[in-house]
């Protein structure tokens, strides 16, 4: 048995603190890229929980694993476009801090 | 202990420390190295729960894709040695008591709930059953959402493209 002495609950509470301290971060940081890094710790944390739960609950399926891989792939979408963004806003504004960023709020 | 269950302390504690230092270093370079620390050792997670192709989908994605992404646009957008001013004492408080307190809740909750862990045979999954699993339209097929997202890659480097390009002066 691959699951041997972890019970799922370790899984979701490492995923839970996880997903946390990725809101901690995207509350506190100003600069966009860091902001950028706590969304991809909160992407994660989801990933881990829908692979514990295949893994524990439905091991005969692999609905968690696929929903895991699109996941990531929408991952990587979300960054590139949030990089070409963050590129845009450089050369406009000489610096990436969201407080400097609100020519388009008024 | 068994040697997965070691092997589970070492990776959830090298999650658990490494993302809280990606979200308090002063040195957003640093931030970025934690960050493939995270991103590693969550790989290292999926090898454990025996998904195998996940785990190199992982490291190849986001460690070798995504993080090297964020450390060039890093490298483009400011410098190595610069600091970040520390946050403010009361915004940091207060965040960090909405953080914690929402993680007791949700910790709690888990903590309650009975999950029964099933005791059906484990799928062995190989590439192929992945691949056919992806190019199926069968039960357990998933062509649709890999059509949607072959066209949402298309069109997230599509637009990639247009926004960082250097606009004409008008």
Redo the contacts between chains.
Sequence with gaps: M?????????????A??????????F?????L??I???I??IL?SV??NF??FN????????QG??F???V??????????A??????I??RFN??DVENVDEMKY | ??S??IM?AIF?GI??LF??L???TKR?LR??VY?LF??IS?AG??F????QF?AA??IT??AG??VV??I???L???HISEK?EA?EMK??IF??I???S??IL??LT??QYP????Q????E?NMD?IGK??LSYNV?G?VL?FEV?SI??L???I???V??K?QNAK
């Excluded at chain 1, 041997?4 to 509470?13: A, D, K, R, T």
């Excluded at chain 2, 454990?48 to 998904?51: A, E, H, I, K």
């Excluded at chain 2, 059906?120 to 799928?123: E, L, N, Q, S, V």
């Design positions: 691959i699951n041997s002495g972890i019970p799922l609950q370790y899984f979701l509470v490492l839970a603190i996880m997903f946390f301290v990725g809101v901690y971060g509350i506190t940081r100003k600069n890229i860091t950028l890094m706590s991809e710790l994660n990933n881990i692979v514990a893994k524990y609950l439905y091991p005969d399926k692999l694993h696929f895991t891989l699109f990531i792939a929408v991952a990587a979408c979300e960054a590139a476009v990089i070409a963004i963050i590129i845009n450089f050369r610096n990436i | 202990m068994t997965n269950q589970f959830s999650i658990v993302s809280i990606t979200v308090t957003i931030a970025a960050l995270v991103l969550t997670l999926y454990m729960l025996n998904y996940l989908v992982q994605l986001y894709g995504i992404l964020i060039f646009s890093i483009l957008t400011s970040f946050t915004k940091s965040s960090a909405a953080a914690i929402g993680a949700t910790i888990i903590l999950f029964v862990a099933s059906a045979p484990a799928k999954v059953l699993s992806l357990d998933y959402p997202i949402l890659l069109a997230a480097m637009a990639a493209i926004i960082a250097k």
